[in-house]
């Protein structure tokens, strides 16, 4: 499953910085001055899964291949971005294409990197890139109408779908709320994500912080998170500087910086842990002698759905799934023990894959 995540923000707020230590490299230059990124720097990133490591050492297993996700570190916004300002719409429209938005905010003081506003501001950052986002599909939805009207008069009910839509988006968007928080039914769910607006994108707040505040926050990010209650969005506080640092150390060094710093983790871990729950996904498993292997899915998919993943012909001729627990597979050392203890479990069509299942799929070819 390719899931796809825009780092957003207004120039200078740690973007690059924070995208440089996702990738672990230098692909997107970090430097002192806007629009350093002109072209979307796009970065595949393996998810942290702890559960992974402890299941290939269950046979063991010869590789890890872990679940990715994929991270897209957009130009910075400025205020007019809408109307062509800075480096214009050619960056909005990279956002489309994405399922999620981080929507980065500065929350440090450092007199020696400039804001383009002229002063630290995380919330007045934060509404100019919701304004800017929000204007941009006003301007897509508007143009669309009068067709949609034509078309609907016909006995079009495709456009009559479609119109009422977009009527119900501009209504949030001209009451000065984005289109995410327009209630969508399920019929109505693949209509909407056609029309393809950056509003209606999940939204994360990141909070990038100093080095001081990296455990506990501060003052400015306990507000970004407050304002990410109020709308709906998630939010991770994190420090950029920290992880860049981090990214450049081998697994032993990074255990002892952290400890340093009062962390437990990365704060790259949470970050992604926090695009998978915005996008309501989770994570199951497959186990061989060859390879230990995380897979994504939706909340709520059943086993052929999962088995999908994998490869359409194991959905099209799904017959069952043997599925064990991750727990019981740990505790029990594998598939044998679980057999003895009764732990493992055939599962049919209608089977809802639990987080953490280890699975191995039936099917006709």
Same mark, same amino acid.
């Given at each position: 499953m390719a899931l796809k995540v825009a780092i957003v923000g207004l120039p200078n707020v740690g973007k690059s910085t924070l995208f440089n230590a996702l990738t672990q490299t230098a692909a997107a230059q970090a430097a002192n001055y806007p629009f350093c990124t002109i072209e979307p720097n796009t970065g595949d990133v393996a998810v942290p899964e702890p559960r992974l490591e402890a299941l290939a050492t269950v046979i063991p297993s010869k590789e890890i291949i872990p *679940?990715?996700?994929?991270?897209?570190?957009i130009a910075g916004l400025v205020r007019g971005a809408s109307k062509g300002e800075g480096?214009?719409?050619?960056f909005l429209a990279n956002i489309r294409d994405c399922d999620a938005v981080a929507f980065v905010t500065r929350c440090f003081i450092d007199d $020696?990197?400039?804001? =383009?506003?002229?002063?630290v501001d995380p919330l007045a950052d934060l509404e100019t890139i919701e304004t800017e986002l929000m204007l941009a599909d006003l301007? &897509?939805?508007?143009? @669309? =109408? =009068?067709?949609?009207?034509? @078309?609907?008069? #016909?006995g079009d009910k495709e456009s009559a779908q479609t119109l009422r839509l977009v009527q119900a988006a501009l209504a949030e968007?001209?009451?000065? @709320?984005? *289109?995410? #928080?327009?209630?969508v039914s399920a019929e109505d769910d693949k209509a909407? @994500?056609?029309?393809?607006?950056? #509003? &209606?994108?999940?939204?994360l707040y990141v909070s990038n912080v100093d080095e001081a505040s990296a455990a506990e926050g501060n003052d400015m990010s306990r507000s970004v998170a407050e304002r990410a209650a109020r709308d709906g969005a998630d939010h991770v506080a994190i420090s950029a500087q920290i992880e860049s640092e981090i990214a450049l150390l081998d697994p032993a060094e990074r255990v002892e910086f952290l400890e340093t710093l009062g962390l437990t983790e990365p704060g790259l871990n949470k970050l992604i842990r926090e695009a998978y729950h915005l996008l309501g996904l989770q994570t199951y498993f497959t186990v061989g002698p060859k390879e230990a292997r995380a897979w994504t899915i939706h909340k709520g998919d059943t086993a052929p759905q999962a088995a999908g993943v994998i490869h359409t012909d194991f959905e099209k001729g799904f017959i069952r799934a043997e #599925?064990?627990?991750y727990d019981d597979y740990i505790r029990l050392k594998g598939e044998a023990g679980a057999r003895e203890a009764g732990k493992f479990r055939q599962e049919g069509k209608e089977y809802v894959v639990q $987080?953490? $299942?280890?699975?191995?799929f039936r099917f006709n070819v």
């Open positions: *679940a990715r996700i994929n991270f897209v570190d480096l214009g719409n050619q $020696d990197i400039t804001h =383009v506003e002229g002063k301007e &897509s939805l508007e143009k @669309r =109408v =009068v067709n949609l009207e034509k @078309r609907a008069k #016909t968007l001209n009451a000065g @709320r984005p *289109a995410r #928080t327009v209630k909407w @994500r056609m029309l393809q607006l950056l #509003t &209606s994108k999940p939204a #599925t064990i627990a $987080d953490g $299942d280890v699975m191995n």
